[in-house]
């Protein structure tokens, strides 16, 4: 069983910033494709944002400009840096490593914005 743990929730005012982090196993890391999605209650999974082994990204509009996600290979780890949050963005944020049919989950991070 696929392990990817997260880390870095919690609660934050509006406007403030958080940094989450998701480590995977190496041989999950290299090549697939991690990414950040978020549910918020009584809503649907949604993507948040992607990288790809090389670096590559793609965020949904809702964060674009806000969030920012980035790797750091040597730790096997993936990032998602949460500047100008909103009451909406409260949600619970997990990571994910897909390739092709594959797919594996963290268990998740809370992350509640309110003042």
């Known amino acids: 069983q696929v392990q990817l743990g997260e880390s870095g929730g919690g609660l934050v005012e509006p406007g403030g910033s958080l940094r989450l982090s998701c480590e995977a196993p190496?041989?999950?890391?290299?090549?697939?494709?991690m990414g950040w999605y978020r549910q918020a209650p009584g809503k649907q999974r949604e993507l948040v944002a992607t990288i790809t082994n090389v670096g590559n990204t793609e965020y949904a509009g809702s964060v674009k400009g806000r969030f920012t996600i980035s790797r750091d290979n040597a730790k096997n780890t993936v990032y998602l840096q949460m500047n100008s949050l909103k009451p909406e963005d409260t949600a619970v944020y997990y990571c994910?490593?897909?390739?092709?049919?594959?797919?594996?989950w963290g268990r998740g991070t809370q992350v509640t914005v309110s003042s």
């Open positions: 190496g041989s999950i890391f290299s090549i697939y494709l």
């Open positions: 994910n490593a897909a390739r092709w049919s594959y797919t594996f």
